[in-house]
Nanobody
């Protein structure tokens, strides 16, 4: 079982920055495709960004140029640097991982979420 623990959420004013972190643990010798999703009250969960094992990244149009996803050298921690935050970025942010362990993939591990609040 893969566990994901997010941190770094908080409250900022519009235009401010936050850096989210997500640490994956569980099985030894795993690599991960890791993603961030967010869900605002009354809305569906939406994709924010992903970074693959090979380091390729993808962003939702709404965050391009403002958010940057990265990972540590061990590829078990993903970061989301969020700059120029807007009130519409306010949501619960969730980390998701797909794990490659011993040559086999397992999909769809989720963290508990970290709250991002942006005031105007």
């Amino acid at each position: 079982q893969v566990q994901l623990v997010e941190s770094g959420g908080g409250s900022v004013q519009a235009g401010g920055s936050l850096r989210l972190s997500c640490v994956a643990s569980g099985y030894p010798d795993c690599s991960y495709d890791m993603s961030w999703y967010r869900q605002a009250p009354g809305k569906e969960r939406e994709f924010v960004s992903t970074i693959d094992i090979d380091g390729s990244t993808t962003y939702a149009d709404s965050v391009k140029g403002r958010f940057t996803i990265s990972q540590n050298n061990a590829k078990n921690t993903v970061y989301l640097q969020m700059n120029s935050l807007k009130p519409e970025d306010m949501a619960m942010y969730y980390c998701k991982a797909d794990a490659l362990c011993g040559g086999s993939w397992s999909f769809g591990y989720w963290g508990q979420g970290t709250q991002v609040t942006v005031s105007s």
